[in-house]
């Protein structure tokens, strides 16, 4: 990549994706990968998969974009199918772009509502929780409710209005509301954290929390949502019964086109009626982009797909069976596989093997998982990151956890 005149944010591993064909990726040299990283958890359907291709190459000839000014025919059927076969719950879809973008949407939606229930002394309400090891974007709304210090530095002062907790921790989360808090926000499954799931008596101890103080349950579905975890939304893994408030969604919603949303509940926050949704009227939020025609039947496409072929169930079967297959190997530096469905974190032994200096050991093993033919993604210090598209044919998979297999046991 020639790549002086590009601002250097990423730490690129020294290749040229060039192409991509299911679950293979092949570079500019010609070689081809396994790929269990599907763009960080957002190729849901593979790379090229012929029914997105259709879509978008179909509406493309049709119209591309005109704004939100207009009416945009694919986004009243894709909300319909988000609401009533993806999330389930009655509610209202707002599209944007990417998951950040869906975090900071969800974030006005709860400081909206903190001023419409405000604290007892009539100030708005406005401060948000969140986790550490929790990760939510990196625009300065998102990254101020990101619980990772590492990902804020030198761009203080933050935005202001968030409180971190350690996660799974309910007496620290109950500690920690004060009389300005107006919700809660988390990962069902920390992603980027190190695939940490939260535990279900958690889970239900935030919905009852959130109940008793007036509070919203916000969860950040942009990873482990879209039949990635075995269900079709994360938190469904883990306590199907659970009420959300606001939902961010994107990576998998678009499988592989730029799309994100948020989901907002229908259900009623006082005496009179009134409906969630509602407080979020014309003018309070958009999106130049969000949503525009291409976008939309693209992401049509991939989710009446999904749902067709029920990938929930498919990701469901396939992520116990790559846990299975890494454990039977009963490799020394292995602890554990971590995770549910296909998103799944291989948590590597600390001191088990030697890492470079300047390196972690996940991303020390990413590196020789690359260069042995095999792409995935590290997720915190010690945890490599499996992510495969949901339709990863068996027998690639099967491909994949023979060349991590070379890797690992070669360490
Ligand atoms: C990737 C991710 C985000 C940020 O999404 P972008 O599209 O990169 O802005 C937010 N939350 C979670 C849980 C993520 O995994």
Redesign the pocket.
């Known amino acids: 990549m020639k790549n002086q005149y590009v601002l250097p944010t990423y730490g690129r591993a020294p290749m040229d994706m060039v192409r991509g064909e299911g679950s293979y990726l092949y570079d500019a040299a010609g070689r081809r990968y396994v790929d269990f990283c599907a763009g960080?958890?957002t190729c849901c359907l593979g790379h090229s998969h012929p029914l997105v291709v259709e879509a978008l190459c179909a509406q493309a000839h049709k119209l591309m974009h005109c704004s939100n000014l207009y009416g945009i025919p694919g986004q009243g059927e894709l909300a319909e199918r988000i609401v009533t076969d993806i999330i389930g719950i009655p509610g209202k879809i707002f599209f944007c772009n990417?998951?950040?973008?869906a975090?900071d949407g969800i974030i006005k939606v709860a400081r909206r509502f903190g001023h419409r229930h405000p604290a007892a002394d009539g100030s708005p309400r406005y401060e948000v929780i969140t986790f550490l090891k929790s990760?939510?974007?990196?625009?300065l709304g998102?990254m101020a409710a990101t619980g990772q210090r590492k990902i804020q530095v030198e761009f203080d002062p933050l935005l202001v209005g968030f409180r971190y907790v350690d996660f799974n921790d309910a007496e620290a989360l109950r500690a920690a509301v004060s009389d300005v808090t107006c919700g809660i926000l988390l990962?069902a499954i920390q992603?980027?954290g190190g695939v940490n799931p939260v535990q279900p008596e958690f889970l239900r101890a935030v919905a009852e929390l959130c109940k008793e103080r007036d509070l919203l349950l916000m969860l950040?579905e942009?990873?482990?949502g879209f039949c990635r975890c075995g269900t079709t939304m994360g938190w469904k893994a883990i306590c199907p019964e659970l009420q959300p408030d606001l939902v961010?969604c994107?990576?998998g919603i678009g499988g592989g086109f730029p799309m994100?949303c948020f989901w907002v509940s229908d259900r009623a926050i006082d005496a009179t009626g009134t409906e969630l949704s509602s407080i979020m009227g014309p003018g309070s939020h958009g999106s130049t982009f969000g949503g525009t025609p291409l976008a939309t039947a693209t992401s049509l496409a991939v989710v009446t797909e999904l749902v067709r072929g029920n990938y929930a169930a498919r990701a469901a079967r396939l992520g116990e069976q790559l846990k299975a297959t890494v454990e039977a190997w009963h490799l020394p530096c292995v602890e554990g596989v971590r995770g549910l469905g296909l998103l799944r974190g291989v948590a590597l032994k600390p001191g088990s093997f030697a890492v470079p200096e300047g390196q972690t050991p996940a991303g020390y093993v990413n590196g020789l998982c690359r260069e042995a033919g095999l792409l995935a993604c590290p997720a915190g210090a010690d945890t490599l990151r499996l992510i495969p598209a949901l339709n990863i044919p068996e027998e690639v998979l099967a491909e994949g956890l023979e060349l991590l297999r070379g890797v690992l046991s070669a360490l």
């Open positions: 960080i958890a990417s998951g950040a973008e975090n990760f939510h974007g990196r625009t998102s990962e992603g980027e950040d942009v990873q482990c961010s994107a990576k994100g």
